[in-house]
């Protein structure tokens, strides 16, 4: 069947002709029926890596117009969602034409019935998604499905930045990536360290709604639940623009082409976030970390800030040669001032403390009350204090690792 309008007509959207499917979907709708079954094999290939079900054609424009950038999107991450009024109406033009492929059933362009509802080996839908899905139902215009995509496009944004709450950094192609895979812990199940939750919450809430907020530190005992509390905040405030960037102690040298790539969204937030952070002495990756709080030449983006977990105050490893003063060493407390500055230039230093045996004891019972398991007062005692005793001592991670044993000798699947 040969489609109406052609796809070579398209403007502010043009990219998406730049993508395989896109290309021999063209192709297709122009009338070529060889492209019929390598389009329809690229769209159940799309179809089982992403999980899309439904109608396939209708999932590929969308994906399309949600992943790949177009004028549109970039403009309203750079505006902070501002978009003038040609370009929406351009926007709009592109929509109309592409409306029929999103709204009639896929098997009229490929003449393959069960395309029209199709269901993947594994269904995946995310949070963008899902809400993109919602305001599409039922529209009839393409001004009805334009409004639809910009609405989108000013919550979530586009790519991976809208369809991930975490994304890492490509060394090789120096870009972002998102990482669908991420795994947070709700925030309820992160038990204790009340004072700590509330200090690290509140930077961050004001952090969301474009208030003034500090670079943070997260800094103790180790297990005690730094990174998790810092992954969970992505999944707590995904939904309000925020996204956690993850990077490496190896990466730090890329740290401005980072902060320049997140520069462009400006309808976003973004937490950088550095795990189990330390340096050794003379290891010139702590400057440039300096230089990225502080900002070098180029000021730190207002869309971003640093958080860090380590398990020394100092970061830089200090050792009692450095503290009786070097022989070699003519101003001993310029030295010393030199090894604390790094973790002075986070504005929140948040402290954590191996948990007391109660805390400990609280972690193991909520974990397993999850799965079901209500052990007495002194079952768990016993079971936990034997643990902690024969492993890492008291803290999260022993609790969670004694919570899996368990369940792995106790529990009949």
């Known amino acids: 069947m040969t489609y109406g309008k052609d796809l070579s007509s398209l403007t502010v959207c ?8 896109f290309r021999m979907l063209k192709r297709v709708l122009e009338g070529d029926e060889t492209a019929v079954g390598a389009c329809a094999a690229a769209l159940m290939r799309e179809a089982e890596r992403l999980g899309m079900a439904g109608s396939l054609v209708r999932g590929a424009v969308i994906h399309g117009l949600v992943q790949e950038a177009n004028l549109v999107s970039e403009t309203i991450e750079a505006k902070k969602g501002a978009l003038g009024e040609s370009l ?3 926007f709009v033009r592109d929509i109309e034409v592409l409306l029929p492929l999103i709204t009639e059933p896929a098997h009229m362009w490929l003449g393959i019935p069960f395309f029209d509802d199709y ?22 215009t393409a001004e009805e ?23 890492e950094w490509e060394d090789v192609a120096h870009r972002l990536r998102g990482i669908p895979s991420f795994a947070a812990m709700d925030l309820a199940d992160i038990i204790g360290y009340a004072h700590q939750k509330e200090q690290i919450l509140g930077n961050t809430e ?6 003034t907020a500090n670079n943070v530190l997260l800094v103790g005992a ?23 960037v993850q990077l ?7 740290l401005p082409a980072v902060m320049e790539a997140l520069r462009i ?26 230089s990225a709080i502080e900002g070098g030449v180029a000021a730190r983006p207002e869309n971003v800030l640093l958080y860090a977990t380590s398990n020394r105050r100092h970061l830089i490893h200090e050792s009692w040669r450095d503290r009786d003063g070097a022989q070699d060493e003519l101003y001993r407390e310029d030295s010393m001032n030199e090894t604390i500055s790094l973790s002075d230039r986070f504005g929140l230093i948040i402290h954590y403390y191996a948990p007391d045996q109660k805390e400990y004891l609280s972690i193991i019972d909520h974990m397993l009350r999850k799965e079901g398991i209500a052990l007495t007062p002194e079952e768990l005692r016993i079971a936990g204090v034997r643990w902690e005793m024969t492993h890492s001592g008291r803290s999260g991670r022993t609790a969670q690792q004694f919570v899996m044993h368990y369940l792995g000798q106790n529990t009949l699947y």
């Open 88 to 90: 929406r109406a351009a």
């Open 145 to 167: 499905a334009a409004a639809a995509f910009l609405a989108y496009y000013r919550r979530y944004g586009y790519g991976d930045i809208a369809s991930c709450a975490a994304l």
């Open 206 to 211: 004001a952090f969301v709604a474009g208030r």
């Open 248 to 254: 490496k102690k190896s990466q730090l040298s890329d």
């Open 222 to 244: 180790r297990g005690t639940g730094k990174s998790s509390i810092v992954k969970a905040l992505a999944k707590v405030y995904y939904g309000q623009g925020l996204r956690l």
């Open 265 to 290: 969204h400006a309808g976003k937030r973004f937490i950088v976030f550095l795990d189990d952070l330390s340096f050794e002495e003379h290891d010139p990756a702590y400057k440039r970390l300096k």
């Open 14 to 21: 043009r990219s998406l002709l730049d993508t395989p499917v």
């Open 119 to 140: 269901k993947p080996t594994h269904g995946m839908e995310t949070e963008a998604a899902k809400s993109l899905t919602e305001s599409l139902a039922g529209v009839q």
